[in-house]
């Protein structure tokens, strides 16, 4: 029974989805799934979850119900199982009556492997009856960590999911999460009651992913030398805290030649819809976006994420540089950030209407971000750390490939500490930085601060240095910025020992932002494929025109067709037969059928 469950799903891996062995855990979650076992799964984004939940709905009898968030993404999801030859759809409130009556009328026929639902559907007597009279395979629940109110995306309604173990006590089920760190994990085991549950924790390390944290000194114009020099020609995700500045940084983009477009929850719902489309569709776009957008998006090519402003937590962070390089191709995670950062999360988290102990939970999540920002050592240690997973330097993120200088800044935080003492706590970062240089400013002179006994004692550094040792002395928590006092820089009870000389400071040297690497001058250039000969790179431009073409017919997203990883291996194996394209990673029974001759003849065509 156990190997008979185990080589049929692999045959299923290999002839539906046309990968020829499955990555990590996916065999042993699989197999346990298969055969009733519910399961709670953390696997990084691209690592391959919803294969975890999709065989063992094949494998067994009856229809897997796939509870997901993502009501804007469920009909390319069902359009991308179609492809492969799964009988999908959806239940949503983005439907007519007329096709809420057709999908349900599968459900109850058995005509359907998968159901995708949203969680408030979910609960409505409507479906829960639908379900009770209907064969159920399992119960998959993506975006599991929405169920905690100390993860990143707390959704309410994933609370009363409970009720699934309630009143289908037999169906197995498995709850899937990329990000969640201990705490997280324990409350989603208990609030869906999975404490039972068999857990499979997956390496959190997406090592073809580059990280790079750079000092913001004017960051629309750093991401657009960041897109020119690195990722011109290719798919990516810039991140915005406000919807201003997404409208802002798209706007500035497209007028730069990037392709960029914008997307947050205060649009039109039909221009939203449409970017998110485009994006989806297209190749070498570029969206501009808010938090609102990204969770779920399996565009496999998304070569960089950028964050103009610091994100919450790492959970947070984690999960949207995760948008990146799901195809296991290089990708960047690109984040420029500054003191202005770490006031403004500071604020958000004193101005919520959140009780104390979420508070302290927000602030020590943030702390942690801070953390991974000021580190001297290697980032991805530090954020694999925070999960839980010890591992060794990456040599593949900024700190690693350019070690920042380490230098004992006690001196300076003391002359830092003092003068915020001795402008009595009362003025913000810009005044106390005019205090330590010597400022001749009408705002010293106003106050009398030239004449205290730390005006003047910081001249020899820069402003922007002064502004780097401050925020680090913000992160380390030494400083606070009371918003209530017109963002006032006042001494915590950690500045006292080092005050005293009783404790030393270790800080980051300030660098100054490096220039762009070249002038492109207008339009992004074309993208150029590494690893590619010329005419391996002619193929591939050849079948990515041949896939926009193709799933603009078929009205689906392109990578729906085939990820740019299976046509690079295309472009280079120059398949002359269905049997030489079938051993092609990513194609399945199905697209051999459907696309096989055509993509044979276009490469005899070629070659």
């Not at 790079?212 to 657009?224: S, Y």
């Amino acid at each position: 029974m156990s190997d008979r469950i185990d080589n049929e799903a692999l045959s299923i891996l290999q002839s539906v989805f046309g990968y020829p062995a499955f990555r990590g855990h996916q065999a042993d979650i699989i197999g346990h799934v298969a055969r009733g076992g519910d399961a709670l799964v953390l696997m990084p984004t691209g690592g391959g979850k919803s294969l975890c939940y999709q065989i063992p709905a094949l494998l067994r009898d009856g229809v897997g119900v796939v509870v997901s968030p993502l009501i804007a993404l469920m009909q390319d999801q069902v359009d991308a199982l179609a492809e492969l030859g799964v009988r999908a759809a959806f239940l949503n409130s983005t439907q007519d009556f007329d096709a809420t009556l057709r999908t349900e009328r599968a459900v109850r026929n058995g005509d359907l492997d998968l159901l995708y639902v949203a969680p408030e559907r979910l609960m409505t007597p409507r479906c829960l009856e639908l379900l009770e009279s209907t064969k159920l395979a399992l119960f998959a629940i993506d975006e599991a960590h929405c169920v905690s109110q100390w993860g990143h995306d707390f959704r309410p309604e994933y609370i009363r999911l409970s009720i699934l173990h309630e009143r289908f006590p037999h169906v197995p089920r498995i709850a899937l999460t990329a990000t969640a760190d201990p705490q997280t994990r324990a409350e989603i085991a208990h609030r869906l009651q999975l404490d039972d549950a068999r857990q499979f924790v997956s390496s959190f390390d997406r090592p073809n992913i580059r990280y790079q944290i750079v000092e913001k000194t004017n960051a629309r114009k750093q991401v657009l030398d960041f897109i020119r020099d690195e990722h011109a020609g290719e798919a990516g995700v810039v991140y915005c805290l406000s919807r201003k500045k997404v409208e802002e940084t798209a706007e500035f983009l497209k007028a730069n030649g990037i392709d960029a477009l914008p997307y947050h929850a205060g649009m039109d719902i039909a221009d939203r819809t449409a970017n998110q489309a485009r994006f989806l569709r297209e190749d070498a776009i570029v969206m501009v976006a808010t938090i609102a957008f990204g969770m779920g998006i399996d565009k496999p090519d998304v070569r960089f994420v950028a964050h103009l402003d610091l994100p919450k937590s790492i959970e947070g962070y984690y999960q949207e540089t995760g948008r990146g390089g799901r195809d296991g191709l290089p990708a960047d995670a690109w984040m420029a950030y500054g003191l202005q950062d770490v006031v403004q999360q500071r604020r958000m988290i004193e101005e919520s209407e959140a009780d104390e102990t979420f508070k302290r939970v927000q602030n020590a999540k943030l702390d942690a971000m801070l953390g991974l920002c000021e580190t001297l050592s290697c980032r991805r240690v530090r954020l694999l750390d925070y999960f839980g997973q010890a591992s060794g330097p990456c040599g593949n993120c900024d700190v690693c490939l350019n070690p920042p200088v380490a230098f004992d800044a006690t001196v300076q935080v003391q002359k830092l500490l003092s003068a915020i003492y001795r402008v009595d706590q009362r003025f913000g970062a810009a005044h106390v930085i005019d205090v330590l240089r010597g400022a001749d400013s009408d705002k010293v002179k106003q106050w009398r601060h030239d004449q205290l006994t730390t005006f003047g004692i910081g001249a020899d550094t820069s402003e922007a240095e002064w502004r780097a040792i401050l925020r680090q002395a913000i992160a380390l928590g030494f400083v606070v910025v009371d918003h209530d006092a017109y963002n006032a820089l006042k001494l915590t009870e950690e500045a006292r020992p080092v005050l005293r000389g009783q404790q030393t400071v270790q800080l980051r040297e300030y660098q100054k932002p490096a220039k762009a690497k070249g002038k492109r001058g207008g339009r992004a250039a074309p993208r150029v494929e590494a690893g590619l000969t010329d005419e391996e790179q002619m193929i591939f431009e050849r079948l990515r025109n041949w896939r926009f073409e193709t799933a603009r017919k078929h009205n689906v997203p392109a990578y729906v067709i085939f990820h740019d990883a299976t046509m690079r291996e295309i472009a280079k194996t120059k398949p002359s037969s269905l049997d030489d394209l079938r051993h092609v990673s990513g194609v399945g029974e199905k697209k051999l059928e459907t696309y096989g001759d055509e993509i044979v003849s276009l490469i005899a065509e070629l070659v």
